[in-house]
């Protein structure tokens, strides 16, 4: 059985910096490209960040979050992170972790797997 479980969230004030974890079990973690998506009160789902299988492609982001968060992965742990800094009000949102055997996505349609997700509140 795949699990995703995501940790790390909290409630922050804006300008600081937060990392998401995220540990992935019952599948060959290596294989699978993985993204960061987040969903905010009253709006739909929105890509966040990925990371491929291949370590000769580049992290992709959101224009939104670009040159603030960093997506990173460690084979060896199962585990994807999403380190985030100076935080905005518009983080504000439930992120989650998902695993994609696409090489390239940002469309959430494309996941097959999904975390819980973790609450990341940024005060102002």
């Known amino acids: 059985q795949v699990q995703l479980v995501e940790s790390g969230g909290g409630l922050v004030q804006a300008g600081d910096s937060l990392t998401l974890s995220c540990a992935a079990s019952?599948?060959?973690?290596?294989?699978?490209?993985m993204g960061w998506f987040r969903q905010a009160p009253g709006k739909e789902r929105e890509f966040v960040a990925s990371?491929?299988?291949?370590?000769?492609?580049?992290?992709y982001y959101a224009d939104s979050v670009k040159g603030r968060f960093t997506i990173s992965r460690d084979n060896a742990k199962n585990t994807v992170y999403l380190q985030m800094a100076s935080l905005k009000p518009e983080d504000t949102a439930v992120y989650y972790c998902?695993?994609?055997?696409?090489?390239?996505?940002?469309?959430?349609?494309?996941?097959?797997?999904w975390g819980q997700g973790t609450q990341v509140t940024v005060s102002s």
């Open positions: 998902a695993a994609s055997r696409e090489r390239v996505t940002m469309n959430p349609m494309t996941y097959a797997y």
């Open positions: 990371i491929t299988w291949w370590s000769g492609d580049s992290p």
């Open positions: 019952g599948l060959t973690f290596s294989t699978y490209s």
